[in-house]
């Protein structure tokens, strides 16, 4: 079993920045991948960023440029760095992390993050 705990949500203005944390109850190093999604008010969940076992990086095309996802196996913790947020940003975002063996994705359960215009 894996618990995810997401924090540094929070209310920000346009064009400010945030940087949220997702710590895993125990080592992430055998996760094929983690990453983050975020779900609007009305909307479906939508991927945001994944970054891979070996380091590569996905972004959805509406954050790139803006944002940056990385891990640090050691300390069992991936990052979501957000600059140049903007309205449209407000959501809730929700770690994950997908085993291998078994198959499995974990979910977080979710922080805040809402960008005043």
């Known amino acids: 079993q894996l618990q995810l705990v997401e924090s540094g949500g929070g209310l920000v203005q346009a064009g400010g920045s945030l940087r949220l944390s997702c710590a895993a109850s125990r080592s992430i190093f055998g996760m094929n991948a983690m990453g983050w999604h975020r779900q609007a008010p009305g909307k479906q969940r939508e991927l945001v960023a994944t970054?891979?076992?070996?380091?590569?990086?996905n972004y959805a095309d509406s954050v790139k440029g803006r944002f940056t996802i990385s891990r640090d196996n050691a300390k069992n913790t991936v990052y979501l760095q957000m600059n140049s947020l903007k309205p449209e940003d407000t959501a809730v975002y929700y770690c994950y992390a997908v085993a291998a063996f078994p198959a499995y994705t974990y979910w977080g359960q979710g922080t805040q993050v809402t960008v005043s215009s």
């Open positions: 970054i891979s076992s070996g380091g590569s990086t």
